[in-house]
């Protein structure tokens, strides 16, 4: 079985900064890709970045410039530096990854970290 396991949310005002990571550990053969989602209170929960295995990256409109996605495939571990937050920003945050183990191609998800940017 594969976990994912987040850290480094919490309450910052606008214009600070925070950190997330996200460590993928259990029977996994490979990484297609790891990312981060988000979900604010009675919104649809969104994509923020991901990092494909290639190094290849994609954020969502919103967020370009201020964040940042970095990946370790030898770790299986993927961090979202977010920079010059907005009370915008404000949702639960989510790692999910696209891998291989002995399911096949499957997508694993994390518990969530909160992350609460005040005006």
């Known amino acids: 079985q594969v976990q994912l396991v987040e850290s480094g949310g919490g309450l910052v005002q606008a214009g600070g900064s925070l950190r997330l990571s996200c460590s993928a550990s259990g029977s996994i053969f490979s990484i297609n890709a790891m990312g981060w989602y988000r979900q604010a209170p009675g919104k649809q929960r969104e994509l923020v970045a991901v990092i494909l295995r290639s190094g290849m990256t994609n954020y969502v409109d919103s967020v370009k410039g201020r964040f940042t996605i970095s990946g370790d495939n030898a770790k299986n571990t993927v961090n979202l530096q977010m920079n010059s937050l907005k009370p915008e920003d404000t949702a639960v945050y989510y790692c999910?990854?696209?891998?291989?183990?002995?399911?096949?191609?499957?997508?694993?998800w994390g518990q969530g970290t909160q992350v609460t940017v005040s005006s």
């Open positions: 999910n990854a696209d891998l291989n183990d002995y399911n096949g191609r499957t997508t694993y």
